[in-house]
Each structure stands twice: as structure tokens, then as C-alpha cells.
């Protein structure tokens, strides 16, 4: 199992798994054009992508789906909810297949999970993507950690995880004071410390974790790693997802 992250943060997210010759793209928060020139950068061809599958219903996660259906034929997937709440905003959509969350995707024998999350979404989900005994999970705007989670993190060989924002930034920072108390609130993001502190008590078998879905104004790549390592350890696998370029193509197992 290959994956990049296209792009994360509040300025647009989308990831790229490859499995057993199966391509996929996960939310479409940013342009048909993006997408494609990022995946050209490892060589990828996104027209060879069977479908986008949607988290919820966010602009940042969903704003470009139905682009990418009509330039390159891309089924869209999304919870009844999502579909609901964003039909309205994606222009023409003729192949939409609509899942409850909680459902089990079939392509091709890699599986992707759908988990319910607590975010402010409307029936939003995050994404476990099996694939010949190996796991990645896909978890950014979770809300919280709320009940369950731990029994996903312990089954994870790589993990996509929000580490949204760093308390004392947030707290001092230029947003109102009903936005942070949003972001931090139970249907916000997980801190920097939530994020490292979850890993730590739940991953059993994880050998990559991948920060994602950094703040621009209450967060920093180098503020979001030393709270982590400060609480993994300075010899845990850690990468960055960046908010306005594509990662490195990372091997999952």
C-alpha cells in the first residue's frame, strides 16, 4: 500500500491511497487541476483514480468533488448527510453511491471502513483503508476522541492524524472567541497534545503517523512535531502532511 497526502489543512485536504492496483482519492478540497499536477509529481495519473470518497461535508474536504466527477469521470462517495448538505454546491453530480457511515467499501479487495466521528460535519466519517493485513487510517476533523477510538488507532499500521492547533497559539491568537472555543469544543479538532497523547495511549502496531490538518494561524510544522515527540519519543515515525504541496509517497508496511 503506497500513499501522499495531496494537500491538508484548512485551506483544502485530499490523500491518495494505492492498493493492489486500486487508486483512490480521499476528499476534494482542492482544485481538478492541484490534484492532478500533485499526483503527476509521483508519477500518477489521476485519471487511473476509481473514485473520491468524501469525509463530510466541509468545504475544505468536499468543495471540488463534483469538478473532479465531470473533468475526469471520478464516482463520488459520500454518507446521505454529506450528500444532502453539499448537493446544492457541486454543480452537476451524475454518479454519486451514497453509504451510511459505518458501512464497508468494497474495491477490488482493498476495504475502506467508514467511522463515524463526532466533528461538526453533518454525518461525517473518517476512513480505515485495508489491503492484505496491512491498515491506514484517514483521521482528521474528529471532534474529539471520543468513545471507541482507541480500539481503530490499536489496529493501525499508518495513520493520517489531525493535529489541528497548539492550546497556547489558539489562546492567543486573532480568533474570536466563539471560534476557538469551536475548534477546541467537542465538535472542533484535536490539539497538538490531544493528537500525540491519543497515539500514545492507543497505537499498538503503528509504524507511521503523519500530522495533518495543521492550523495556519495556531499551529506550525515545528510546534505540531516537538509537542509529539515530546510525548513518542524522539525515535518515533513521524511525517508531515503540508498545507500547499504534496507529501512524500510513503509505503504503508
Known sequence: MLTCSLQSGSNGNSFYVESNGVRLLFDAGISARSSQERLAEHNRDIREVEAVIISHNHSDHVKHAGVLHRKFSLPVYMTHGAWRASRGKLGVVNDVRLFDAGDCLQFDGTTVETVPTA???IDGVAFII???NKKLG???D????F?????WMAELDALYLE???????LENGPYPHWLKNRIRGDGGHL???EAAQLVDDSAQRLQLLILSHLSEHNNSPE???TTARNILGADFPIAMAHRSQVSDMFAVG
Open 223 to 225: 510546534i505540531a512535531l
Open 163 to 169: 493535529s489541528n492547533y497548539d492550546n497556547e497559539m
Open 130 to 132: 485495508s489491503s492484505e
Open 191 to 193: 490539539s497538538n497534545t
Open 119 to 121: 466533528h461538526d460535519g
Open 147 to 151: 468513545e471507541g477510538i482507541e480500539k
Open 142 to 145: 474528529l471532534g474529539h476522541r
Open 138 to 140: 484517514i483521521f482528521t
